[in-house]
């Protein structure tokens, strides 16, 4: 089948259309943040929620930055969530031989299964949705076992829980994220992975490390995500990060990130999405609508964003 | 362009949360203050005019999984948002997963929501010193629902705080032994159990009381499968059950957060033509018992303490957040019983006067007898006196003309 690029774009002549479509995720952030806080009557916005919708989109703004590599190369990661719990159980364990081994052991837990799914997927040739998904029930099952239930972390740490520093840190890691995705060698060959695996082969770049590479970086930002999860509630539980792999993915896709990969994947659909879809939980919630209306919201909201927003306009159409 | 309009959005938003941080201080300091001129002006409102007008309005926040349909988790609902609009309050409700982290979350944004009071379920004891620091910091008043504190350094702390108002909660051991012991006595040699997920704080007592039991009765406790949530899972539980165990003549369903779980695992025995040879006995009542119940598949249930838990756990905050708290040396701790339930009527009862639209006080009633906003001369022994007299019966007569 051959494909071939088709442009749109017309050179000298605005086109609305593929503007507001080039611009729907940020449209879409302003349009929920107008909408809601009309709605809320001024609450949304108001300084400490703020700081609601910050802690909300944290954990799901690191961990769909740490995806957007592999999700640039065309795979997925459907074990997050238990890398983020098993970090944090290891993490909560490592508490009782000292506190101050919590954050490396949490890290360090999600890096190494980050790796393990990385060389499963490209040395086993293991398709990402399987091995991610088998990853997930080897990684729930030990994160149950290992606790037993529940174990609780020194009430000190929550030191650590600190809006200050989770706002640097946040900035610093998209400073270092966009930077790595858009104007290093690395972010360039997980593009060119995604939009044809072959040819960058042929033209020198080692597929199998890169991927290997996505995956682990994915790994350390769930043991990112673990650790500021135990701090927060001093708790590690079979429940700790269950259902984050579907935040993740539903954040990436409020912000208009392509599922195919390729050049046609923006780093700033992690961001966006993450902020957007915080507004939105945030939002449904200030305004008192139960669980199951909001549920339907947002399968509603989602269907409409990326019918949307999904930039059609520099995707490969087959002839 | 784009990299102009990230950089903006995204200076806005940093604004915002620095703001948000720096406000934090000052807000906390405004709202311990508010928060103890309340109490001061309620209680010199109820000292002044005890039993005339109503006390200030307040709002109470409520995490909970509002999305379930269960009646169980409907009726909870409508029991604690009796008891808040029993004293003029009005009840927010926030969706939860019931998770530690969701909690926390919840309670975080109830509190800038500027609620008076929280109510809530622990997913476990260590999240609750996180709980008390945030309370104590917004002026916030909390009362706890189900579950007890096992945690001996955790209770101490939680105890010794002034925003904690109390909590109610039923003796998981206790109950789970006399449950097992009750099985014993229809027969039962061979138990297998189901419980909620360990390290839940009830899972892990109901635990320890079948343990106890089986210890003292010397029968076999063949298996126990935990944290089973859906119907397909507690269907696979109960064939690998009659697979590996063909002497089982007992299943304990001691706690699940599974829908319809009692159906299905009558279902799953009913295939495999066991059903009514089994002897089962489950904890927390569900709206199916009766049907069981009468055609002997089902054989006896403990339980009931669903509506009135949460219902007296927001009675105790409702009092300290108006002013008027049951004890002043501390939080007001409640222990309910267990009502048990062996027959169709009962379960008819209990479906019709548990589940039904009404909670199992009313709002009048909850304001006549438990508000001492309204009455003064209430005191611990008043509302012992109300646990101890709880039972299907008395709601059935009680709320037989509503």
Request: hydrophobic share 45%; aromatic share 10%.
């Amino acid at each position: 089948m051959n494909k071939t690029i088709v442009n749109n774009s017309r050179p000298g002549k605005f086109d609305f259309k593929a503007f507001s479509m080039n611009y729907f995720s940020f449209i879409g952030l302003v349009i929920v943040l107008v909408v809601f806080e009309l709605l809320t009557g001024g609450k949304l916005l108001g300084q400490r929620n703020l700081m609601n919708i910050f802690n909300n989109f944290f954990s799901i703004g690191l961990g769909s930055m740490g995806v957007v590599f592999l999700m640039s190369l065309g795979e997925l990661d459907m074990s997050v969530g238990a890398i983020v719990g098993l970090s944090a159980a290891f993490g909560a364990l490592s508490a009782r031989t000292g506190t101050s081994f919590i954050f490396p052991v949490a890290v360090g837990t999600g890096l190494f299964v980050g790796l393990l799914n990385g060389i499963i997927i490209s040395k086993l040739k293991v398709p990402s949705f399987i091995a991610t998904l088998a990853m997930s029930f080897v990684g729930r099952g030990m994160t149950t076992f290992l606790l037993n239930g529940s174990v609780g972390i020194p009430v000190s740490m929550r030191t650590f829980d600190n809006n200050v520093l989770k706002i640097a840190l946040f900035i610093t890691v998209t400073a270092a994220f966009y930077i790595l995705f858009d104007y290093t060698a690395y972010g360039k060959r997980c593009r060119s992975i995604g939009a044809s695996a072959e040819a960058a082969r042929q033209s020198g770049v080692k597929v199998d490390r890169t991927k290997i590479a996505a995956f682990a970086i994915s790994g350390f930002m769930c043991g990112l995500v673990g650790f500021f999860s135990l701090v927060r509630t001093c708790t590690a539980s079979a429940k700790t990060g269950s259902a984050f792999e579907f935040d993740v993915l539903l954040a990436v896709l409020f912000g208009g990130m392509s599922l195919s990969g390729g050049w046609t994947v923006k780093f700033r659909a992690a961001v966006v999405g993450s902020i957007s879809m915080a507004i939105v939980y945030n939002g449904m919630s200030l305004m008192g609508i139960n669980g199951l209306t909001q549920q339907i919201v947002q399968g509603i909201l989602l269907i409409i964003i990326v019918a949307v927003s999904f930039d059609r306009r520099n995707s490969l159409v087959i002839k | 362009m784009k990299k102009v309009l990230s950089i903006m959005l995204a200076a806005v938003m940093i604004v915002g949360f620095v703001t948000g941080c720096s406000a934090k201080s000052s807000e906390t300091t405004a709202k311990d203050s508010a928060a103890e001129a309340a109490t001061t002006v309620a209680a010199a409102a109820a000292e002044a005019s005890e039993k005339s007008g109503d006390p200030e309005p307040f709002t109470i926040g409520f995490p909970w999984a509002t999305a379930s349909t269960d009646p169980t988790f409907v009726s909870i609902v409508n029991n604690v948002r009796a008891a808040v609009e029993s004293a003029g309050g009005e009840l927010v409700l926030v969706e939860s997963d019931l998770t530690a982290d969701t909690l926390i979350n919840n309670i975080s944004e109830l509190i800038s929501r500027g609620v008076d009071g929280i109510i809530f379920m622990p997913a476990s004891d260590s999240m609750l010193p996180t709980v008390d620091q945030m309370c104590s910091e917004a002026g916030v008043y909390y009362s706890t629902m189900f579950r007890s504190i096992n945690d001996a350094d955790i209770k101490d702390t939680i105890y010794a705080s002034k925003y904690f108002a109390g909590a109610c909660f039923e003796d998981d051991e206790i109950c789970s032994y006399n449950i097992t012991k009750n099985l014993v006595d229809q027969g039962v040699k061979n138990l297998c159990v189901i419980n909620i997920a360990k390290g839940d704080t009830s899972s892990d007592l109901r635990d320890k009381g079948i343990e106890k039991a089986v210890k003292e009765t010397g029968i076999n406790l063949l298996n126990t499968s935990y944290g089973i949530t859906v119907q397909t899972d507690m269907t696979k539980t109960i064939e690998s059950y009659i697979a590996a165990y063909p002497e089982m003549d007992g299943i304990l369903l001691a706690g699940t957060y599974c829908d319809a779980a009692l159906p299905t695992i009558e279902k799953a025995l009913s295939d495999h033509n066991m059903a009514g040879k089994i002897k089962v006995g489950r904890i927390d009542f569900d709206f199916t018992m009766g049907e069981y119940l009468a055609n002997g598949s089902f054989n006896v249930a403990y339980g009931g303490q669903q509506q009135i838990d949460p219902m007296l756990s927001a009675v105790i905050l409702v009092n300290s957040v108006i002013g008027t708290p049951i004890v002043t040396d501390g939080p007001f701790i409640l222990i309910t019983n267990y009502l048990e339930l062996t027959s169709s009527e009962e379960a008819d009862n209990f479906l019709k006067f548990f589940l039904g639209d009404d909670p199992v006080f009313t709002a009048d009633e909850i304001k006549a007898s438990m508000i001492k906003y309204y009455d003064s001369s209430l005191n611990e022994d008043s509302f012992k006196k109300i646990v101890a007299d709880f039972s299907v019966a008395d709601v059935a007569a009680r709320h037989a003309n509503l």
